[in-house]
C-alpha cells in the first residue's frame, strides 16, 4: 500500500528536527485512489462535535449529514466556538466499524489491519524513530462547507500518543478553500507552519503540539477527505 518509490531518509531528518513533517506520494497510486473514491461514495457519515457540548432543546450530538438537524448544529457549534474549543466535522469511527463488523464491504476495514501489521508498525518506528510504538488508531473524515477544528494538541491522560497523522485524500485541494492543517506557538498567538491537504500526502506530527484545521470555505471545490489518527504507545 505504501508507495514503492517512497525515501524515508530525509523525511525522518526533517521529522525528527522539525517536529512535523508531509510526505508527498504516500501511498501507491491505485491505493490512494482506490481510498478516495470509498470516502467520497460509500462511506456512511455521522457528524462529529463535542460530546459534552450544551446543545439548546430539541438538538443532539449527531445528525444525519446535509439533514436541517445537521445545519442547526454546525451553526451552534460556531456560535460556541468563539469562546473556546470546538469542532464540527463527519467521521467514521474506523476502529469500532471494525470491531464490531460493521460495513463489512468497505475496504476501510483492510486499512485498518493494515495500519496495525507488523510491517507497518515497524515502518512508523523507524520513521518517528521511537520504538514504543505498538498500535495505530484511524479515523475516517470529511470537512465540509463550514467545517472546522479549533485549537488543540492532541494530548488525551488516557492514551499515549507519541505521534499524529493525516493521511491526505482530496484531490487537487486549493489553499484558499480552507481546511488548512496549520500550527500554532506555544502561546497559540501565532501560525508557524501550516500544511496544505495535498493529494495523497501523510502529515505525521510530534504530540502533544497546538494545530487547528481552518474553517473549510463555502467555495471549497469538493469535501475535504482524509484518514486520521495516531501513532500510540498505549
Not at 462511506?43 to 438538538?59: C, I, K, M, N
Not at 477544528?149 to 507519541?162: G, I, K, N, Y
Request: hydrophobic share 40%; charged share 25%; with cysteine.
Amino acid at each position: 500500500m505504501i508507495s514503492n518509490e517512497l525515501d524515508i531518509d530525509p523525511w525522518r531528518a526533517r521529522l525528527r528536527a522539525q517536529g512535523r513533517v508531509q510526505i508527498p506520494g504516500f501511498l501507491q497510486a491505485e491505493a490512494a485512489s482506490r481510498l478516495h473514491d470509498c470516502l467520497r461514495d460509500e462511506v456512511r457519515w455521522e457528524t462529529a462535535q463535542r460530546t459534552d457540548a450544551e446543545l439548546a432543546e430539541g438538538l443532539v450530538h449527531s445528525a444525519a449529514p446535509g439533514s436541517a438537524e445537521d445545519a442547526a448544529l454546525l451553526e451552534a457549534a460556531t456560535l460556541r466556538a468563539r469562546d473556546g474549543f470546538e469542532f464540527y466535522f463527519d467521521r467514521y469511527r474506523m476502529i469500532d466499524a471494525r470491531r464490531d463488523g460493521q460495513d463489512p464491504e468497505l475496504v476501510l476495514h483492510a486499512v485498518v489491519d493494515f495500519l496495525n501489521s507488523a510491517p507497518f508498525l515497524d515502518f512508523a518506528r523507524q520513521l518517528t524513530g521511537d520504538p514504543a510504538i505498538r498500535m495505530v488508531s484511524a479515523i475516517a473524515v470529511r470537512y465540509r462547507h463550514g467545517h472546522f477544528l479549533r485549537s488543540h494538541s492532541d494530548h488525551a491522560s488516557e492514551e499515549d500518543r507519541a505521534f499524529a497523522y493525516v493521511l491526505n485524500l482530496s484531490r487537487d485541494w486549493l489553499p484558499d478553500w480552507g481546511g488548512l492543517l496549520q500550527f500554532l506557538d506555544p502561546a497559540g498567538q501565532r501560525v508557524v507552519d501550516t500544511f496544505t491537504p495535498r493529494w495523497n500526502s501523510l502529515s505525521l506530527f510530534r504530540v502533544p503540539q497546538p494545530h487547528v484545521v481552518s474553517l473549510v470555505a463555502p467555495w471549497a471545490g469538493s469535501p475535504r477527505y482524509s484518514i486520521t489518527g495516531w501513532f500510540r504507545r498505549g
